[in-house]
């Protein structure tokens, strides 16, 4: 119980730092370590299957998908200035991190495994990882992803598509418009002479 509510805790205050973060590669991150500790959850609760697939498509694909969109948005804007290497600083925090995590996983699996019911609150029966029809098998979470979740599901990707043409369309081609044939030609020698002018230098 002391596990879970420290991981609940790790949800809550990645999710805030998620919403409230000034630069959108810090909301990436808070959303990842939200991602991870939902995993965890997952885990004790015996649902392996689901902490598996919560870190390889959401933590995986999702917030790459996250990352292209913030790269594609900041292209073109200002050239990126190289700050100072914080790397080695990191490098204790975050095996600490990494430690407490581990520590508290171990201990929400152990715990989960001693005190879980027979019934899952969804009504599923729980068993041996990898039976049919038990809570967190495939069977049952493809039951209730196609059928009960059917429409959360597709409006999600629904949404997932929307946003990838809504990012190729902001930062797609930057040519200006040009009304006839002469002013394209003369609009494209300019250019090429401010690229050689740009050469010269």
């Known amino acids: 119980m002391i596990a ?25 991150v808070g959303l990842l370590i939200n991602f991870a500790a939902l995993a965890a959850l ?5 649902a392996e299957f ?3 697939i919560q870190i390889i498509v ?16 900041s292209s073109g804007v200002a050239p ?4 100072p290497n914080r790397l080695p600083r990191i490098v204790v925090p975050a095996v600490a991190i990494v430690a407490v ?19 899952s609150p969804s009504g599923s029966p ?22 009960t979740h059917l429409l959360p599901f597709e409006v999600t990707a629904l949404i997932l598509m929307v946003a990838v043409i809504g ?16 002013q394209a030609a003369r609009v494209e020698r300019q250019a090429r002479e401010a690229i050689l002018r740009g050469g010269d230098r």
């Open 126 to 147: 729980l068993g041996p990882v990898g039976s049919a029809g038990v809570f967190g098998s495939v069977a049952d979470f493809g039951k209730a992803l196609f059928t």
């Open 80 to 83: 990126f200035a190289q700050g």
């Open 167 to 182: 990012v190729v369309m902001l930062a797609g081609d930057q040519t200006p418009y040009v009304g006839s044939s002469k």
């Open 58 to 73: 959401y933590s995986g694909a999702i917030l790459i998908l996250f990352l292209f969109v913030i790269a594609l948005l």
């Open 42 to 46: 997952y885990l004790s609760l015996s």
């Open 4 to 28: 879970f509510w420290i991981v609940g805790a790790i949800v809550v205050a990645s999710a805030v730092w998620t919403v409230t973060a000034r630069k959108p590669v810090y909301s990436v």
């Open 101 to 119: 995590a581990l520590v508290g996983l171990v201990a929400g699996i152990n715990g989960a495994a001693i005190l879980t019911p027979s019934v």
């Open 50 to 52: 689901l902490a598996v």
